[in-house]
């Protein structure tokens, strides 16, 4: 792999070929205990990146910490609040043996009493959340689309509407939120830990699959789109797992997602039939819409702790972690403020700018071999980099893969960009 710091690494979706059953056991089907422990491992390895959490800071007014507003200053602080109060808790636990039971129950309660009350402030009126921007004139608002978003970690319902009205305005179209409620910091990656190795779905979880499933069975939907962030990818992997096991295919079909930072340890998307199996197996070219999902992509920030903690930690995992990955060099985890102001920047009147430093990069593929099959799925018209290469769903044989391609020519949630279409 290239040390050129210019370049984007891509890892190139895996083809889901069969599990060596010598092997051991792909993570999330393992002990869920050991998980945990290998979990809080990776935590303690990867801890020097939690300071690239928040960093660089906020320019502007849909970012997460962007000081000028009243509502963000009150998030933050309350935040701060429950990071201080909930590592002191967990830090008294040992000490609880030397008090009676009874006093150790009140504590525990007034703990969480204290926790439920500052939450409730930061998590109140979550149900039925959409985007509010004015995406303009309704007249081609792609009705035959469904947008969902599910959250991450830490955020309420205040920014949980920016992240919907920056995402709407981002792809002008109307977004739906399922808010996964925070519960501070501390306490929702001890959840993040239990969701992601006991497969432990919340009802927050049990909210999107319900939604998500009535907007698939819909006829008039074309397409369902999911973006996930952060802890949303956990959730969003243990709906796609229900949605595997109960829908047909042909209906998953429908579905595209997307996620950023993702915190997931795996992402399904099996064959729809043996003989588009059969080919990947023996390397062949085949439709890349036979699998179950129609596309997964991931971004990820390479020096940020939950993308290092989640996607960048799995990707490789063989069979278990589908969609290309999109690895950027820098920090930050926040969705508007670290994600999509650094790869879908929008000029002043909230137009997407065609050229931004992130989709403008070189590729850097992890593998030849999986570089000539990622080559093989785009055609290039009008030459690469130049914005006219066009992805489609068919793996063409090419002789060779062209050396510079950009990130745009591969992003298909690139080509969603400003209320755009990406051709099927």
């Known amino acids: ?11 190139p979706s895996q083809r889901g070929l069969p599990s060596n059953p010598l092997e051991t056991p792909i993570p999330y089907t393992g002990s869920p205990f050991l998980l945990c422990y290998l979990d809080i491992l990776r935590f303690v390895q990867e801890s020097w990146s939690i300071f690239g959490i928040l960093t660089p800071e906020a320019s502007t007014n849909f970012d997460e910490l962007y000081l000028r507003s009243a509502k963000n200053i009150l998030c933050i602080m309350l935040h701060a609040f429950l990071f201080i109060w909930q590592t002191a808790f967990l830090l008294s636990l040992p000490f609880l043996v030397l008090v009676p039971v009874w006093m ?3 504590y525990v309660a007034g703990v969480v009493g204290v926790v439920a009350a500052v939450c409730w402030v930061l998590n109140r009126r979550d149900r039925g959340m959409e985007s509010k ?9 792609h009705g035959d689309e469904c947008w969902i978003y599910m959250n991450g970690v830490s955020v309420g319902t205040h920014w949980l509407q920016a992240n919907l009205d920056r995402l709407a305005l981002t792809f002008r179209r109307p977004v739906l939120g399922v808010h996964n409620r925070t519960w501070g910091i501390v306490f929702d990656l001890v959840q993040c830990i239990i969701e992601r190795n006991f497969c432990y779905a919340t009802t927050d979880v049990r909210n999107a699959y319900s939604l998500i499933k009535t907007c698939l069975l819909k006829d008039e939907n074309k397409k369902v789109i999911l973006i996930l962030h952060s802890q949303g990818g956990i959730q969003g992997g243990l709906v796609l ?20 930072g993702c915190a997931a340890n795996h992402f399904n998307n099996p064959h729809r039939t043996e003989r588009s199996l059969d080919a990947a197996t023996d390397h062949k070219a085949s439709t ?12 990820a920030n390479d020096s940020e702790f939950v993308a290092r903690w989640g996607v960048l930690s799995f990707a490789n995992t063989q069979n278990r972690y589908m969609g ?43 593998g030849e071999d999986m570089a000539r099959e990622d080559a093989a799925q785009t055609f290039i018209n009008g030459g690469v980099g130049t914005g006219g290469a066009r992805l489609v769903d068919i793996q063409s044989p090419v002789d ?7 990130v745009r020519d591969f992003s298909r949630l690139w080509q969603y960009r400003d209320g755009q279409v990406p051709e099927d």
């Open 1 to 11: 792999m290239s040390l050129d710091l210019d370049l984007i690494r891509l890892i």
């Open 104 to 106: 150790g129950m009140a």
């Open 133 to 141: 921007a004015d995406l303009g004139p309704k007249e081609g608002r």
């Open 241 to 260: 797992d229900w949605l595997l096991s109960e829908l047909p295919h042909d209906v998953i079909n429908k579905l595209e997602i997307y996620t950023f």
């Open 288 to 299: 890349r819409n036979e699998k179950a999902v129609r596309h997964i992509e991931h971004y």
């Open 324 to 366: 290309r990955v999109f690895v950027r060099s820098g920090t930050g985890h926040l969705l508007n403020q670290h994600y999509l102001n650094n790869m879908f920047l929008l000029d002043a009147n909230n137009k997407v700018l065609e050229n931004n430093d992130f989709m403008d990069r070189y590729v850097d593929f992890e």
């Open 400 to 406: 060779r893969v062209p050396d510079r391609m950009r």
